[in-house]
């Protein structure tokens, strides 16, 4: 809590007001954003002074799966399984969209056998 003084008016005549507002952050996601927060001290004669505290808030945390990731295996080649679906977090955004890839990796001659890559992507909305 801040105080003030004057050296002409008693505590009680000062009066303190305080504001606060979000500002975003041109080209961030809407996670990262400044808080601006200004507090006015004034006198019964009008003086005033004021303060102001500035706080960036940034997403700097990195999504997380929600479980772990599928386990490495080998099959013979009609016995693929489907992809997964993964779910994930984040500490910031509610919306988190898993993005899935996979590509086939020719194996060669004379395997002649296909593995799939697979790779799941969390990415904050």
């Not at 801040?2 to 009066?15: G, K, Q, R, W």
């Amino acid at each position: 809590m801040l105080t003030a003084t004057d050296n002409c008016s008693a505590p009680a005549n000062l009066v303190v007001t305080t504001s606060e507002r979000r500002e975003n952050i041109a080209g961030a996601c809407a996670n990262n954003y400044r808080i601006i927060r200004i507090w006015t001290v004034t006198d019964e004669c009008g003086n005033m002074d004021s303060v102001r505290q500035i706080i960036t808030v940034q997403d700097t945390t990195r999504p997380t799966f929600n479980m772990p990731a599928p386990a490495n295996m080998t099959v013979d080649c009609d016995k693929v399984p489907v992809q997964e679906d993964l779910t994930a977090t984040d500490n910031c955004a509610g919306n988190v969209v898993v993005v899935k890839d996979q590509r086939i990796t020719p194996i060669p001659w004379p395997l002649r056998k296909q593995l799939p890559d697979r790779t799941h992507l969390d990415r904050d909305r």
